[in-house]
């Protein structure tokens, strides 16, 4: 399976984007789907995921972030809106079994989009 991922930029806060990743090489609608963010000297961190049974965000963004998937264009995609500057980051794909599975270790990763929003 590989996952591409796209969609970031330089935005400035308040503003939106909407960042996509497609899956190739196997049907993924059985798995989650989800993505993780990296920003500079810290820790990847798990954003949120969407499985057959839901989906989940962490706390910081889920008032502004929504994650959706088109299991026909084995794709899914994080809206992003009212960015902050600490949004800003490396945002990553990933793919695994199950929404806790994926958090806790996904199966597979694709590259990074980078994220920059301003102030």
């Known amino acids: 399976v590989q996952l591409q991922a796209s969609g970031g930029g330089l935005v400035q806060a308040g503003n939106s984007l909407r960042l996509s990743c497609v899956a190739s090489?196997?049907?993924?609608?059985?798995?989650?789907m989800g993505w993780f963010r990296q920003a500079p000297e810290k820790e990847r961190e798990f954003v949120g995921a969407?499985?057959?049974?839901?989906?989940s965000l962490i706390d910081s963004v889920k008032d502004r972030f929504t994650i959706s998937r088109d299991n026909a264009k084995n794709t899914v995609y994080l809206q992003m809106n009212s960015l902050k500057p600490e949004d800003t980051a490396v945002y990553y794909c990933?793919?695994?079994?199950?929404?806790?599975?994926?958090?806790?270790?996904?199966?597979?990763w694709g590259q990074g989009t980078q994220v920059t929003v301003s102030s």
């Open positions: 990933a793919l695994g079994g199950g929404i806790v599975t994926l958090r806790r270790s996904p199966n597979y």
């Open positions: 969407i499985g057959w049974s839901g989906s």
């Open positions: 090489g196997r049907t993924v609608s059985g798995y989650a």
